[in-house]
């Protein structure tokens, strides 16, 4: 069957080879460049794949190389607001956010699936690293490349307008593929870090927008250690730039444990006190069904992280009879919480963070860590 597809080219390798192999299989294609940034010369320069005007004509290219019809799309002022000022708050207030989940949840899989839809395209095509079909989203065949985790906070709604066509492959053969097609970004180098923050400063950027919020460092048992200039930033889990004058008694190094924005307090601690068996989860999205009970299945914290063995229930929000919310079948947040019991435990799990359930390959559902501890304290 043809379908209108709307190709989202970055200006990267991946997303030209997907949008070629769409429109290969015989689909109506037109591609589009997101243009994030009010001012792209603050944005990450050199060749990196995403948000830079150097991308917008490396999409270009590749659009006239495939044959399809191109255009920009000016998506700065929801961008602006959806993540980079989401971003911002999320470290106010003392949470780690990931601004590249972000940007799929916001802005690729609803700002742009929205209009595409509206334009009576059938589906958005994209150049991530996933497997789709049948509803089901899985990682990909290149572990080293997987995707799945920074995409399983769309709905099953999302998905069903969405084509992930490299999920397959692994890189190295994507770039092969765009040499052979001769799209010249077969070379590109794959994007990095954050792509706002054109120097990789992020304590330098928050403080910019946020201002110096001076506050205490202190131990577990409440001694001062140091001062900051902003609990913002730091992230649970960090070890260097902590800038402790004298060193702990036993000469091993302190680590995060924990950032309380209303005192402005960072408390620092050894690293064994990193060690974390309970989550609670907040805002849940089911790609499957909701579970009734608790069921055993694996969870991932962060992106390209360690997948845990756990145990997972879900309980509802008041008035929530079914636990679907709009999702009907699953498929979107259907409020209340998750509890998630690792049976071994993990280290640096921050508020803020996306869990991610997977049974084997394949995406349960996600939700957004709203606490942490040991067991016998959550």
């Not at 591609?31 to 944005?43: C, D, E, F, I, K």
């Not at 000022?85 to 972000?102: H, I, K, M, S």
């Not at 890189?171 to 923050?197: M, N, Q, Y």
């Not at 001076?214 to 730039?241: C, F, M, N, S, W």
Request: aromatic residues 6%; contains cysteine.
């Amino acid at each position: 069957m043809t379908l209108r597809v709307l190709a989202a080219m970055s200006g990267g390798v991946d997303s030209a080879v997907a949008a070629a192999r769409a429109a290969a299989a015989g689909h109506d294609v037109t591609g589009v460049h997101m243009a994030l940034s009010r001012n792209p010369q603050t944005y990450r320069t050199g060749a990196r794949g995403c948000c830079t005007l150097e991308d917008a004509r490396d999409a270009r290219r590749a659009a006239d190389v495939i044959g399809i019809p191109f255009y920009v799309w000016d998506m700065a002022e929801r961008f602006d607001r959806d993540v980079v000022q989401d971003f911002v708050a999320e470290y106010a207030a003392g949470r780690t956010p990931n601004p590249c989940l972000r940007c799929n949840e916001k802005i690729k899989f609803t700002a742009l699936l929205d209009r595409a839809r509206a334009l009576g395209f059938d589906a958005v095509c994209t150049g991530h690293y996933a497997r789709l079909s049948d509803g089901v989203l899985r990682r990909a065949v290149d572990p080293g490349k997987d995707q799945s985790y920074v995409l399983a906070v769309c709905t099953r709604e999302q998905l069903a307008h969405a084509m992930f066509p490299l999920g397959d492959t692994p890189k190295a053969d994507v770039r092969r593929e765009a040499a052979a097609r001769g799209l010249r970004v077969a070379d590109k180098p794959d994007s990095h870090d954050i792509c706002f923050i054109a120097d990789g400063d992020t304590r330098g950027f928050l403080t910019d927008r946020l201002g110096a919020a001076p506050g205490k460092i202190v131990d577990v048992g409440g001694d001062v250690l140091g001062a900051h200039e902003g609990a913002y930033g730091y992230t649970v889990g960090q070890r260097k730039g902590l800038r402790i004058g004298r060193p702990a008694p036993d000469g091993k190094p302190r680590y995060v444990l924990d950032i309380s924005p209303v005192t402005g307090t960072v408390t620092v601690g050894p690293r064994a006190a990193l060690d974390v068996d309970e989550i609670v989860g907040e805002h849940p999205v089911w790609l499957a069904a909701a579970p009734g009970a608790s069921i055993d299945c694996q969870v991932q914290l962060r992106a390209h992280g360690e997948v845990y063995d756990c145990t997972v229930a879900a309980t509802r929000a008041d008035g929530d009879g079914d636990g679907d919310g709009d999702g009907g079948d699953g498929g979107g947040d259907g409020g209340g919480a998750v509890r998630i019991r690792l049976r071994t435990p993990a280290q640096g799990v921050a508020k803020g963070q996306t869990a991610v359930l997977y049974d084997g390959d394949t995406v349960l559902g996600s939700a957004t860590i709203a606490a942490t501890g040991r067991a016998a304290l959550v």
